[in-house]
């Protein structure tokens, strides 16, 4: 454990880049408009928004990765170039890729890379055949921790180094959904809706349950079971120290197209284990504290994915998130008075007590969470409000115009 693991979460919004920071990641991760793997998230950057979040980056001293890692045709090539071309001239990190054309032309330009998680490296010579390209390589997800330690022993031993000169880098995924393929490259969801998965646009029917048909009689049975092609999350925050131990250099965190308390939750448990491994505080009480913490957002239940030597896969028993808190949208903020440290809303929906708890977004703000202790109405105080009310509450942390307020209940 000479080198400290670099935690790496996800940014598919301003909001979930702001969270992340504040939540303590030491890089992000994230892609724009389209030859990313989130292509259909509902706020993917733009080209435009670049130069924001690599300033946002350089002044919280965090890394930041651009995912190029989808299948790239003919037709695709020169806009990947062109977004290159713009993350070298604002001083990305790294572009993550799994193309052979990607690479070759990040070779060319000088723009370091991560090799994906697509390219299903699960062994020392093919990792050894990226290190002309790059710098860290993403295991395949199925590999065992074993499989993991050998592969980090024998890249000391070979003195495998990539472009940059320093020993390879390997990259490992701690937390988030897993796909039922094989390092994510599916095609399921290409031959049923014709949105591809490689191409960031997977429609996730594999989350859904589904109907056997007998074709010689057309009985029905449904698979009621469990969904049988929908994998539990991944969860490695209760054999951290073992993970960390493996020799892996980056813990990467799955989540771009979650939502901003998504990433803040996650991204702080996983800082705060980090942080108790490498100062001895690591137990089994904290583990159990973490595990509550990362069951309040969404997730569909938790597992330990292949690391620990599984062979196969355990799978959903319901459809959606087994989240045991749901956020409830109330309103949107209206001003902040820094000298009171009170923050004003208008309430939109639903109603608000004192006692709630309280969640509140916003892409400069990123994420607050909090209790309720008081509630003011044209400055006198009340209990309960109602939608239509603009209230003011006591908030030391400062929020914007248009952050959405959010009431947490338990599920």
Known sequence: MARRIELMAPAGSFESLT????????????????????????????????????????????????????????HDITIMKSIIDIAI??????????????????RRVGMPVHISTQANVSNIDSLEFYSAYADA????????????????????????????????KVEVFGHGALCMAISGKCYLSLHSAYSSANRGACVQNCRRSYVVTDKEQGIEFEVDNQYIMSAKDLCTIDFLDQLIGSGASILK???????ADYVHTVTKCYREAIDACYMGLYSKELVKYWKEQLSTVFNRGFWDGYYLGRTIGEWSHDYGSKATKKKVYLGRGLKYFEYSRAAEFRIEAQSLSVGNEILITGPTTG?????????????????????GDIISIPLPDRVRPADKLYKLVDV
């Open 367 to 387: 994420v607050v969470q909090t209790r309720i202790n008081e509630i003011r109405v044209n400055d006198i105080p009340t209990d309960t409000v109602h939608k």
């Open 253 to 259: 965190l799955e989540g771009r197209g979650r939502s």
């Open 137 to 168: 390589v993403v295991l395949a997800r199925e590999l065992t921790l074993k499989q993991v330690s050998a592969i980090t022993k024998e890249i000391r031993r070979r003195k495998i180094t990539g472009p940059s000169e320093e020993l390879m």
């Open 19 to 74: 969270a992340a920071i504040q939540a303590g990641a030491d890089s992000v991760y994230f892609g724009v408009e389209q030859l990313n793997m989130r292509v259909k998230a509902s706020s993917n950057f733009t080209l435009g928004d670049i130069p924001r979040v690599m300033a946002m980056c350089r002044q919280n001293g965090v890394k930041a990765y651009l995912t190029i890692n989808t299948i790239i045709y003919t």
């Open 89 to 106: 001239k604002n001083k990305v990190n790294a572009v993550i890729a799994s193309d052979q054309a990607v690479m070759t032309y990040a």
